[in-house]
Structures are given as structure tokens and as C-alpha cells.
């Protein structure tokens, strides 16, 4: 079985979070209170993340497939278990059309799209087959790249004095409710409540006590970092004009002009694009191949290519960014906590109620 350290772990839990979330300004219905949103929704994912762990900890050898079996019984199971190895595909399948539109968007305008997203799911689907080793090397060695990145411009726009904190006030200026409905349920089914997926990767980490404290941790760590760009795109850009742009820290950085030479700094923010997509659709890929392999008991590799072919010909599904854009937000945010929420509950549920027949 492959297996990977504790520190993989964390390099892994903060890369796939991280993802291309600051990217966008998520939250941006409450307006400048964004970040509070946020912050609440990331509250909330901590709580999930908790309740995931605790299930984990009941059979700590076991992936998010058999943990379905083993809480809901072999048939049962099993359907949960292929429903959520296609949910997972199609969540990659997303991320895949989402580089295809992205890039024509702010970098080859005039590359046809199916060639941009056969070439991304390609290299995804060739990391997918070497195993999980691999692609949390690949990702290692990625994260001191998007790491620094972001520092580079972190570091650039306060040297020339863009945010100003006057776009975050006045705070809940409309009350409570415009921040709960922009934190729920959207805001914790992407990005937080996604931490599901290492239902699937728990099982291959070598050191089994130390995962609940590494997860936390990292996710703690990852979570203040993405409330902390929510924060820097709203000082720089103001409320109105971040929710009027398709890539808000794209147009952040194209604002930073320092000493008549250093500017155009597009060139970041579309290699973290291609980092953060890259990792969290080859994430999503490679657990939808280990839960259709622990349900069916096909071969891992016999699987790699038909669940590829599967994600390539669903990303055509959609005939315009348009249509993905309204499917995303309006239709997948709302279906997810099915797979986030309610089914880990169902096994904590169902599994004390076992512990407690058992104890009787």
C-alpha cells in the first residue's frame, strides 16, 4: 500500500484547499463583509472536519468507500460508494473546464478549448496513474512555488500602499443575515467543506495518530490564509468592483505599479491558476479511481483511463462558461452537502448508535 508522512499530509491538505480559491472573491454577496463570511464558513468546515476525523478514527485502515460499507452494509454502501466516486469525478470535471475557460479568458485567447483541457487532464490523468506517492511529491514540490508567489504579492501591494481598510466598513452594515446566507450553504461547500476527500487519503498516511492533529493544523493554517486574500482583494479593488470581475486578484495585481518598471505581474496569478487547478483536479481524479476501486475491486490502474475518458466528455456537457458558471454556484453548491454534511453525519450517527447496542 503506498504510504505518506505526516508532513506530505499537511503540505497536501493546505495545497488542496488553497486550490484556486483566492483567485476569486468568494462571499462577495455580503458585499464587504465578504470576509466575515468567510471566516464563518471556515468555522463551520472546522466543525466538519472534527465529525470527519471522528469517523476516520473508527477504522483508521479503511477509505471514505469502505467506511460506507461499513457503517450502511455491503449494497448500501456500495451505491454511496459509486455515487460519490462520480461526484468526485465530476467536481475534477469542473476544475478541468474551469482551466479551459479561465485560460482562454486571460491567456490564449484563441486556443481551441477541447486541446487546452485534453492537455491539463493528460498530465493530471499520467500523475493519476503513478499513485499517490507521486502526485504528493509533485505537489511538494509545487507548494514552495504558490507559497512564495503569494508572498511576492502580498509583499508588492502593501509596499505600494493599495489596500486601503476603509472598504471593509462599516462592518454588518446590513446585519447578520447577508453574511449566514453568503457562508451557507456556499461558501462551506467550496472551499471547506471539500476536506471530504481525505476521507480517501487518511488511510495511506504512515503515522495514523498524528492525523487528526496534522489535519487540523494545516487546515487551521490555510483557512486564516484564504480569509486573509478575502480581506487584501476587498481593500484593493472595494466591494463593487470585485463583484463585477471574473478573476478579482488578477485585477489586484495588474494594479500594482512600482518605480516605472515593475508591473504586468499577470504572469503570477496565471501560474497560480495552473498550480491550484492542476493539484485539486488530480486530487479529485485520483480519489474517484481509489473509491471506485475499494467498491468494484477493479484493478486502480484499469481504472485510471475510463473514469479520464468519463471527466473529459461531462466537461462538454456545458455549452458556454455561462451555463458552467450557473450550474457551479447554482446547482453544485447546493448538492454537496448531501456528500459533505449529511452522509458523515448519518455515519457518526449510525455509528454510536452500533457502539451503544454493542455496550448494551
Not at 454588518?172 to 461558501?187: N, Q, R, S, T, Y
Not at 500594482?256 to 498550480?275: G, H
Request: with cysteine.
Amino acid at each position: 500500500m503506498q504510504q505518506i508522512g505526516k508532513n506530505q499530509l499537511s503540505i497536501l491538505v493546505i495545497v488542496f484547499l488553497l486550490g484556486s480559491t483566492p483567485l476569486f472573491e468568494l462571499g462577495i454577496k455580503a458585499k464587504q463583509d465578504a470576509w466575515l463570511a468567510m471566516t464563518l464558513a471556515a468555522l463551520a468546515g472546522l466543525l466538519l472536519t472534527v465529525m470527519y476525523i471522528r469517523v476516520q478514527k473508527r477504522s483508521p485502515e479503511s477509505e471514505l468507500a469502505e467506511l460506507y460499507i461499513m457503517h450502511f452494509g455491503k449494497w448500501i454502501g456500495g451505491f454511496i460508494g459509486i455515487l460519490h466516486a462520480l461526484w468526485f469525478a465530476y467536481e475534477s470535471m469542473r476544475n478541468v473546464r474551469d482551466v479551459g475557460e479561465l485560460t482562454m479568458m486571460a491567456l490564449l485567447s484563441f486556443t481551441p478549448k477541447w486541446i487546452i483541457m485534453l492537455l491539463i487532464l493528460s498530465a493530471a490523468a499520467y500523475t493519476v496513474s503513478k499513485g499517490l506517492e507521486v502526485f504528493v511529491r509533485v505537489v511538494q514540490l509545487l507548494f514552495p512555488i504558490a507559497a512564495l508567489s503569494y508572498f511576492f504579492i502580498i509583499l508588492l501591494l502593501l509596499i505600494a500602499r493599495l489596500p486601503k481598510i476603509t472598504h471593509l466598513l462599516p462592518l454588518l452594515e446590513h446585519g447578520a443575515m447577508p453574511v449566514v446566507k453568503a457562508a451557507f450553504p456556499d461558501l462551506l461547500s467550496f472551499p471547506f467543506g471539500q476536506m471530504i476527500i481525505f476521507f480517501v487519503f487518511w488511510k495511506h498516511v504512515s503515522e495514523k495518530k498524528i492525523i487528526g492533529r496534522v489535519s487540523y493544523w494545516a487546515y487551521i493554517g490555510v483557512s486564516a490564509f484564504l480569509i486573509l486574500m478575502n480581506a487584501l482583494t476587498l481593500c484593493v479593488l472595494g466591494p463593487e468592483f470585485a463583484s463585477l470581475t471574473a478573476l478579482p486578484l488578477l485585477e489586484v495585481v495588474q494594479l500594482i505599479r512600482l518605480a516605472n518598471f515593475l508591473e504586468r505581474l499577470d504572469v503570477i496569478v496565471t501560474l497560480l491558476l495552473f498550480i491550484g487547478l492542476y493539484v485539486k483536479m488530480t486530487a479529485l481524479y485520483m480519489a474517484s479511481v481509489f473509491t471506485f476501486n475499494a467498491v468494484t475491486g477493479i484493478a486502480y490502474r484499469y481504472c485510471v483511463m475510463p473514469i479520464g475518458l468519463l471527466i473529459y466528455a461531462a466537461s462538454f456537457l456545458e455549452r458556454n462558461n455561462t451555463v458552467h458558471m450557473w450550474v457551479g454556484l447554482d446547482i453544485t453548491l447546493k448538492v454537496a452537502p448531501i456528500f459533505q454534511v449529511l452522509l458523515p453525519l448519518l455515519m457518526l450517527i449510525v455509528g454510536i448508535r452500533k457502539k451503544y447496542k454493542k455496550a448494551a
